[in-house]
């Protein structure tokens, strides 16, 4: 039982962790001019802090956003370079959605990097600078900045970070450095390889040289794919591989914000546990389900949705496959929710409460801090039609699962199988379509940072205001989470 006085320490606290994670990750911005800028749709931002240094161009990967990249552009901008990072075509801010053939070299990828080097020249147009140009990509990305600097000849430096390329050869780009996580072994291994085409004896955290080619292949030590970016390794070889490379003396501390975007993430999670103590307490007045009828609410619903998700093509959104996982939520949720009707177990209209608080602290303060510090969570208009039909699927797929789950009071078994079976589900119908589906994959991070982050306030809120609340305002954010984050496609 949490006492009155338990409660407002645990709500001052959170709002003290708030505090301290923004006005660190503020610092790390003082003296950085943030100016938005255009080449042609393509939306942009200009770091610059003091001095003129040689312009670097910064390119997200894919489902990302130039916020994502903003710990390497505050480390370099604090540096005093020139840094402009943007948002591809279909992500963050851009309101071109990506098109061309993702499968060939000469479609999508052409127009990305065509796009890469358009916002170089804009940044080149806007700065003055005419000398070489440092580029750095992540994830997809890496191979978009090769492929540009490799057409460019004013490239002087490329960052491949977790790098996938096969435009690197033993004599191009002659100057790189690669900087992998060092939980992702099947892109160290390409790192590698990247290495010894230079240098056959080399190893990881060398620097080799052949002619005028100079390569470098670094691991970030206790990070993946995503905190790759955050990583203080990451940051200092970045910046000091690019000063070495462009002949720039500046320096300054790395933007080491990953700390603090986890601290400040936490603390608005922390803010709903002492917030939801004050709203009325609501509980259901029927029993949970047993447990036969529990696995059968599982199974069934999700064989099904997985078939059809596999065998019935759906093409109405211009966004990659989150039709089709809006038609796997709206079949396995409402299968769910008929299948719990026919129990004789329907939500209860009350608990209106608790979704004002979850929507307003869950969607609007988190999703507000998102989207300055962490990337893009704020849809530009193209999108709000996409987060509309995705909530047909959220909505139901949600209520059914605070049901199951009997608004947070389940055991951890339940909660964790009803996680499980969304998992499986998607990945059965993958695999029966890898061809059409697999961008469905991508998205499993999507999911489970919301089920730890937002499920977690779910349950607190649902704990007092029964399965309704969370139920409804789950089903709303997850639509908007997915929504902005799948890339905008035109096919």
Request: hydrophobic share 55%; no cysteine; charged share 15%.
């Amino acid at each position: 039982m949490i006492t009155r006085a338990r409660r407002w320490a645990v709500l001052g606290l959170a709002v003290l962790a708030a505090l301290i994670a923004v006005a660190q990750l503020e610092r790390y911005r003082a003296g950085i001019t943030l100016t938005p800028f255009s080449a042609g749709t393509t939306p942009a931002t200009l770091y610059q802090g003091a001095g003129d240094g040689p312009l670097v161009v910064i390119a997200h990967g894919f489902a990302g956003s130039r916020q994502l990249m903003e710990a390497l552009s505050l480390t370099l901008a604090g540096a005093g370079f020139r840094v402009a990072a943007f948002d591809f075509e279909g992500h963050g801010k851009n309101p071109v959605p990506m098109s061309g053939d993702v499968t060939v070299i000469e479609g999508t990828t052409a127009r990305l990097v065509d796009e890469t080097t358009r916002v170089t020249a804009a940044a080149r147009a806007m700065t003055g600078y005419d000398g070489p140009v440092g580029l750095v990509g992540h994830s997809m990305a890496s191979d978009i900045v090769i492929r540009a600097g490799l057409r460019d000849p004013s490239t002087g430096a490329i960052v491949a970070i977790s790098m996938y390329s096969e435009a690197v050869t033993a004599d191009a780009p002659e100057n790189l450095l690669i900087v992998t996580g060092a939980w992702e072994p099947p892109l160290r291994r390409v790192g590698l390889e990247a290495l010894q085409l230079v240098d056959p004896d080399a190893q990881e955290n060398q620097t080799v040289q052949s002619g005028n080619v100079l390569r470098r292949a670094v691991v970030s030590p206790y990070v993946e794919h995503l905190g790759v970016l955050y990583s203080p390794t990451t940051l200092a070889e970045t910046r000091d591989w690019l000063r070495t490379a462009l002949n720039h003396a500046g320096t300054s501390e790395p933007a080491a914000t990953g700390p603090w975007v986890l601290l400040l993430m936490g603390a608005l999670v922390l803010l709903i546990r002492p917030v939801s103590r004050l709203l009325p307490l609501q509980r259901p007045s029927l029993e949970p389900i047993g447990t036969r009828p529990f696995v059968m609410a599982l199974i069934v619903p999700g064989l099904i949705a997985a078939t059809v998700t596999a065998f019935v093509p759906v093409a109405f959104l211009p966004v990659l496959v989150a039709d089709a996982l809006a038609l796997h939520l709206a079949v396995m949720g409402g299968l769910q929710l008929a299948y719990l009707a026919w129990l004789g177990h329907r939500p209860r209209w009350q608990g209106w409460a608790g979704i004002a608080v979850l929507l307003i602290l869950g969607l609007v303060v988190f999703g507000l801090a998102m989207d300055r510090y962490v990337a893009s969570f704020l849809p530009t208009p193209e999108r709000l039609a996409v987060i509309a039909v995705l909530a047909l699927g959220t909505l139901p797929f949600m209520l059914a699962d605070a049901m199951l789950s009997d608004a947070g009071h389940a055991r951890l078994w339940r909660r964790l199988a009803l996680r499980a079976a969304l998992f499986i589900s998607l990945t059965l119908a993958i695999l029966v379509d890898p061809e059409r589906l697999f961008f469905i994959a991508l998205i499993f991070p999507v999911l489970l940072l919301f089920y730890l982050v937002h499920g977690l306030m779910g349950r607190w809120i649902g704990q007092r205001s029964g399965p309704l609340a969370p139920g409804v305002s789950l089903g709303l954010i997850l639509a908007w989470a997915l929504g902005v984050s799948f890339p905008m496609f035109a096919g």
